[in-house]
């Protein structure tokens, strides 16, 4: 029983592979209409989290006294996994 789902789902993974253009239209469309009002697009997202961690992490460096070139990469790493889990996880 076991085998013959697991053999379906991989039928139904590779079938979706195939149709690689569609899910690429998708994407590309819900992309659009997420960021349709604003010039900069879909650039903003990258430009808020490079504002965002070069604002906590020069900040947090200071009061923690520790040097911003040891403490930035680390706050911009987990931030960066935290909002890829989050969007994983939220959708």
């Known amino acids: 029983m076991t085998r013959k789902r697991d053999r379906t789902y991989y039928q139904d993974l590779l079938e979706s592979f195939k149709l690689w253009e569609l899910i690429w239209l998708i994407a590309n469309t819900s992309r659009t209409l997420r960021f349709a009002r604003t010039r900069v697009?879909?650039?903003?997202?990258?430009?808020?989290q490079?504002?965002?961690?070069?604002t906590v992490g020069l900040?947090?460096?200071y009061v923690w006294k520790?040097?911003?070139s040891e403490y930035l990469?680390?706050?911009?790493l987990s931030q960066i996994l935290w909002l890829l889990a989050?969007?994983?996880?939220?959708?």
């Open 73 to 76: 990469p680390y706050l911009a």
């Open 66 to 68: 520790q040097s911003v």
């Open 86 to 91: 989050n969007n994983i996880i939220v959708g």
């Open 41 to 48: 697009g879909s650039a903003w997202m990258i430009i808020n």
């Open 50 to 54: 490079a504002v965002f961690i070069a």
């Open 59 to 61: 900040t947090m460096s």
